[in-house]
């Protein structure tokens, strides 16, 4: 089927204005050598249930586990409201809001979600969105090369290895190169190799919070070796967190980014989801993305516009301050729902019940021979590491068998240069009898 | 359907609705020995003041949701003719689809046996995209069309440096029509973006052309039809061109539900084009995003696209390949945005191989008989488009003082969202129009009576075209204030006070 509303008389009547006979009189400008010769190469046409029969059967072929996975991505409950406002068509099928005053419920919506995100990461001013995470720390990188005029770009060893790998490449054009600091034997950003890497000739530093391997890093010892350099620290951190834990803000972040799918967005394979990006007022001119501000009408009412556009492509080209042309409108939409029926206390039980099954599992597996944390002494917050004897993959297998997705290989990642075992993470849907699942199944 | 309701009226923020202590939606307490917070992460981590989140009842967030909702105007309410972001009708089953759990709750890092059925959609999706813009290879991975940029641009900078001359090949070309994120995006992979002019026609200027190519081009992007809706009738020749030099052709698919279906992108010798899913394919546009712009390239490309790779083994089953060494890296955290792919690929099915030429031709009828319908009262400098058409109020001014800028706004009086307005910017006073397939010759009639009445206010009222929109939630906003006075987030009354 397909969405053509012309009836045979309509488009009669529209070729007779037109003044053709056929619609491929349309297409004259296209010189015949390179008319398509017959139909595409592809299926024929199915009708709607035929359609939603053969999606049906693909979804059937992936199977639903107990999720204990996370690395950037959490199996939060997204309550029932979000899906209802965000599949409202007034929201979904609307576009950037060029014309402001018919797009003030999209504009407001933004407002309340940069005002959320500098809430929640403890800084002044937000964007209305990245694309996720990973290209949020990159934009940070590309965006405090442009702040400080200095090329070198530093992150730690357990920075996200995909918002490693991202930032990296966002940085190949532009003639930089990430540059790795390593950790302590505790699982920590070695502040020593830090300020040895530092120099006058680096931008920033990029560090995550709590880092990949779930370890909560001291930041104000390293915002104050950083900042004795001249650079900016980036800090990527696990916005659910921030509930429980000092904001990013607090304590000596420049920029702050941030994964948001927890925030309402299903994981649906790891896109669409939402990157948040926050920063200090002195850098609001230079950061990348949509911006949307208050204002007044004619007549003094208040309403919203994009601004500070003269930092965007539209208006300055090969000058901007990043390509970006859209934000994720309508994920940050669901993040901003979430948050407002979550709300304050809401919130923080979310954070507080994911710490506390996450430290009952650790209590849990301290008793199971051939599981051993990786950094026993760290204190972490709802994910931690595990060096496992066996290896990982095959109990991921078994996890497998069982229902469980019992976490995340760490053998994926041959950059963090840690041993062989798993990532593992928990939400406040995590219930004590699938911890303990998890943990026999560990136990083998 | 002129009118949104809350005319004049200020929607207060959430943050406004919010009372101590009330409570949305409860969610789930843990069920294991809880231990004191601070005995579980030591005190200087923990917060001392909880984020001043919104405290609001679930049904009051969801009025306040719906109220703002209804502020917006979207494709359901009318006509959206903004050009080149192709705001056709999105169909609801692709809502449908995208939110079967077997897709919405797949984790990324799921192991790949667990996600077969996913991993077969992107192939598959990849498989039709490829025949559709007759390319050898296709990643889903770039989130929007700006990142497709990003790609094809990077894919320029792999190739180049592959063969040895990545260090002489510094420029990137672009025709004047071009939009922003092309000279944007050739920047922030550290080419030298250079405009190049059209001809009276509105396309390459050959001669320009020629004089601008040499052995330091690394590519040209060009988007076809392009930006004024004018088909690169030369295109074979300019890729010649482009070729004999040593460059590659990419092309920008902003415009491609002009002509899938009737010709090729690959057949007119690009090199690289990127789709964008949210135009050509359906899927809804989110008040901006999420997209997602996949890039389809030639065999000689597809050494270098990001990892990891979509692959169908030989059993039969599929994966992900992250084992590319001559890959240029990677774009988004994971694959890409999986939820729109589901979207297009519901829609590229249902379409099928016939669908998706009649869906084309439908969008080039439309806008054909849409602009014969408006050329009489403006001014058509490049002629009538393809799929869209780029109008310009240069006549109109003159003869009233009314700006393009000021119809825009009167459109919204009459229950339309503007066209595309100032872009390109070698179109003076520009109202680039794209209806779009999916409109009835009724709804399409009924804006080219509204852009007739507006004209003809113009002459007779200028003040109330030039003072529109008057039935809008607010009226013109004080663009300059904003940017001055900078108010980006909402202001507590106790932050005030201190």
């Not at chain 1, 304590?251 to 920063?279: H, K, M, Y």
């Not at chain 2, 069920?31 to 981590?45: G, N």
């Not at chain 2, 590229?348 to 050329?375: F, H, K, P, Q, W």
Request: aromatic residues 6%.
């Amino acid at each position: 089927m397909s969405f053509i509303p012309h009836s045979e008389t309509d488009r009669r009547e529209m070729l007779a204005r037109i003044g053709v006979s056929d619609v491929r009189e349309l297409y004259d400008d296209v010189p015949e050598e390179i008319l398509l010769d017959g139909d595409l190469d592809i299926p024929a046409p199915l009708s709607e249930w035929e359609a939603v029969r053969e999606l049906a059967e693909l979804a059937d072929l992936n199977r639903s586990l107990v999720c204990f996975a996370g690395a950037g991505q959490y199996d939060h409950h997204v309550p029932a409201a979000v899906d209802h406002i965000i599949r409202r068509s007034e929201f979904y099928t609307a576009y950037t809001p060029y014309q402001p005053e018919v797009a003030q419920g999209t504009l407001q919506a933004i407002y309340e979600f940069q005002t959320m995100v500098c809430e929640l990461t403890g800084m002044d001013v937000a964007n209305a969105s990245m694309y996720d995470g990973p290209s949020a720390a990159a934009e940070a990188a590309v965006m405090s090369r442009a702040v400080t005029r200095r090329s070198r770009v530093l992150a730690a060893r357990t920075l996200h290895p995909h918002a490693r790998k991202v930032t990296d490449t966002y940085l190949q054009g532009l003639g930089g190169e990430l540059e790795i600091v390593d950790s302590g034997p505790d699982g920590l950003v070695d502040t020593g190799a830090l300020n040895g890497a530092l120099g006058d000739d680096v931008a920033c530093v990029l560090v995550q919070y709590p880092n990949f391997l779930g370890c909560i890093e001291d930041l104000e010892p390293l915002a104050e070796v950083t900042h004795a350099a001249g650079a900016l620290l980036v800090v990527l951190v696990d916005p659910v967190t921030l509930s429980v834990l000092r904001p990013p803000g607090e304590l000596g972040a420049d920029i702050v980014v941030a994964e948001g799918q927890p925030f309402g967005n299903a994981p649906s394979f790891g896109g669409p989801v939402v990157g948040l990006f926050a920063a200090r007022q002195k850098l609001v001119r230079k950061m990348p993305g949509r911006i949307v501000g208050a204002t007044v009408d004619t007549e003094d009412r208040r309403g919203y516009v994009l601004t500070l556009q003269t930092r965007e492509q539209q208006i300055r080209r090969e000058k901007a301050t990043s390509n970006i042309c859209t934000n994720q409108g309508l994920n940050a939409l669901a993040a901003t729902v979430h948050l407002s029926l979550l709300g304050r206390e809401g919130m923080q039980e979310v954070a507080e019940s994911s710490v506390q099954n996450a430290h009952y599992a650790w209590r849990r597996l301290e008793d199971v021979p051939g599981v051993t944390p990786l950094y026993p002494e760290t204190p972490f917050a709802r994910e931690f590491a595990v060096a496992t004897e066996e290896n990982s993959r095959a109990i991921l297998e078994r996890g497998f068998d069982a229902g469980i997705l019992a976490g995340v290989s760490l053998s994926r990642f041959e950059s963090l240069e840690v041993p062989d075992g798993l990532l593992l993470a928990f939400t406040e849907k995590r219930s004590r009898a699938e911890i303990d699942r998890l943990v026999d199944l560990l136990a083998g | 359907m002129a009118g949104f309701p809350f005319k004049g009226e200020t929607t207060p923020t959430i943050f406004e609705r919010s009372d101590t202590g009330r409570r949305g939606t409860r969610m789930t307490r843990t069920d294991v020995e809880t231990r004191p917070m601070d005995e579980l992460i030591p005190a200087r981590h923990l917060r001392s003041r909880p984020a001043r989140l919104p405290e609001v009842p679930e049904n009051e967030v969801i009025r306040h949701y719906t109220e703002l909702s209804l502020k917006n105007h979207h494709v359901d309410r009318a006509l959206y003719p903004l050009g080149s972001c192709t705001m056709k009708y999105n169909p609801k089953v692709n809502e449908a689809t995208c939110r079967l759990g077997g897709f919405a709750g797949l984790h990324p890092f799921t192991p790949q046996a667990s996600a077969q059925g996913a991993l077969r959609l992107m192939h598959e999706l990849a498989e039709m995209l490829k025949e559709i813009a007759g390319m050898d290879e296709v990643t889903l991975q770039p989130a929007a069309g700006a990142q497709g940029e990003m790609t094809g641009v990077l894919l320029m900078r792999a190739y180049h440096d592959s063969r040895g001359e990545g260090e002489t090949r510094r420029r990137v070309l672009f025709p004047d029509s071009a939009h922003g994120t092309n000279p944007a995006t050739a920047a922030m992979a550290g080419f030298d973006a250079e405009e190049i002019p059209s001809d009276a026609a509105g396309r390459v200027d050959l001669e320009a052309l020629r004089e601008n190519l040499d052995e330091t081009v690394a590519g040209l992007m060009l988007t076809n039809p392009n930006t004024l809706g004018v088909f690169e009738s030369d295109i074979v020749e300019v890729s010649k061109l482009v070729h004999e030099v040593g460059g590659l052709m990419y092309m920008d698919g902003a415009n491609l539900n002009a002509l899938m279906g009737v010709t090729r992108p690959g057949d007119m010798g690009y090199d690289i084009v990127h789709f964008n899913l949210h135009k050509t394919f359906s899927t809804p546009h989110g008040g901006g995003g999420p997209g997602s712009g996949p890039v389809g390239v030639k065999a000689h490309l597809a050494p270098f696209l990001p990892v990891p790779k979509v692959v169908r083994r030989d059993d039969g089953s599929y994966g992900l390949d992250w084992d590319r060494p001559e890959s240029f890296g990677k774009l988004h955290g994971f694959y890409g945005n999986f939820g729109v792919m589901v979207r297009a690929y519901t829609y590229m099915r249902m379409l099928g191989n016939t669908g998706i030429r009649e869906t084309a031709e439908a969008a080039v009828l439309n806008n054909a008989y849409l602009t014969e319908l408006l050329s009489e009262a403006f001014d058509l400098p490049y002629g009538r488009g393809m799929h869209e058409s780029v109008f310009s109020g240069v006549s109109l001014k003159k003869r009233t003082e009314i700006k393009t800028m000021d119809v825009a706004k009167r459109l919204l009086d009459y229950g339309f969202h503007a066209p595309t307005v100032y872009f390109p910017l070698n179109v003076p006073e520009a109202l680039m129009t794209e209806p779009t397939e999916t409109e009835t010759k009724q709804e399409l009639e009924r804006y080219a009576e509204a852009m007739h009445a507006i004209a003809r206010e113009a002459e007779t009222d200028p003040e109330l075209v030039s003072t529109a929109p008057h039935t809008t939630p607010v009226r013109r906003l004080d663009e300059g204030r904003a940017a001055r006075q900078l108010d980006l987030k909402w202001s507590f009354p106790e932050d005030a006070e201190a």
